[in-house]
């Protein structure tokens, strides 16, 4: 009985599959997005900077910077001046970052490139 049991659930969790086709790559969910940081520029202005570093499916701007803090040989890399859809400053970093690090080399790279 048990062994019938088991080609059973075995028969319908192959015809479910069949079913899902294969061809398909899964699509990221709507809010899996990195961290999102509020910071306030020198002139009052408040800005949000986001991590995208471990975002699978980042996209970038096309713009070119790169900005070394080297005390903790942190890489930061400028995605978007200004996210379409968020007004977000998007950067990704090498994961040796501080947060403090990161923010300050994302929205000095926005001010340097894009001149926010």
Do not use: H
């Amino acid at each position: 009985m048990k062994a019938l049991s088991f080609v059973m659930v075995a028969g319908l969790v192959m015809g479910v599959l069949t079913g899902c086709g294969e061809t398909s790559s899964p699509e990221a969910v709507a809010g899996e997005q990195g961290p999102r940081y509020e910071a306030t520029l020198s002139d009052g202005t408040a800005v949000t900077v986001r991590d995208a570093s471990g975002e699978s499916n980042v996209s970038a701007q096309a713009i070119e910077g790169e900005r070394t803090v080297t005390e903790a040989a942190c890489w930061v890399t400028l995605q978007w001046c200004s996210e379409p859809g968020t007004g977000d400053i998007v950067c990704t970093q090498n994961g040796d970052c501080t947060t403090a690090q990161f923010i300050e080399a994302c929205i000095s790279l926005a001010q340097d490139i894009c001149g926010i």
